[in-house]
Nanobody
Framework: QVQLVESGGGLVQSGGSLRLSCAASVRTFTPYVMGWFRQAPGKEREFVAAISWSGGSTTYADSVKGRFTNSRDNAKNTVNLQMNSLKPEDTAVYYC????????????????WGQGTQVTVSS
């Protein structure tokens, strides 16, 4: 069983930055691919970013590429999402997820989910 707890959300002005963290309560963190998804009001949950178990491979949604950076610290069982140049359209609840699936962009690859953290970007 893996428990994930996100933190770091909040209210920020357009162009600002936030850093989300996800702490995993698990005996062995390294086998899991870690992903970030987000869900805006009235919209489906969408892929944001994912990182391999080693941290050596990352992938991003086109909408955040160049602005968001995903990283992980396996010694601390944490994954972080640095979000820069935020836009109002980034406003959503952000979810951390862990899994073993091969299609990182799909929710079906992830078995465990956090409760989410709200990010609001004002214009």
């Amino acid at each position: 069983q893996v428990q994930l707890v996100e933190s770091g959300g909040g209210l920020v002005q357009s162009g600002g930055s936030l850093r989300l963290s996800c702490a995993a309560s698990v005996r062995t963190f390294t086998p899991y691919v870690m992903g970030w998804f987000r869900q805006a009001p009235g919209k489906e949950r969408e892929f944001v970013a994912a990182i391999s178990w080693s941290g050596g491979s990352t992938t991003y949604a086109d909408s955040v590429k160049g602005r968001f950076t995903n990283s992980r610290d396996n010694a601390k069982n944490t994954v972080n999402l640095q979000m820069n140049s935020l836009k109002p359209e980034d406003t959503a609840v952000y979810y951390c997820a862990a899994g073993h699936g091969s299609n990182w962009l799909s929710m079906s690859a992830y078995h465990y989910w956090g409760q989410g953290t709200q990010v609001t970007v004002s214009s």
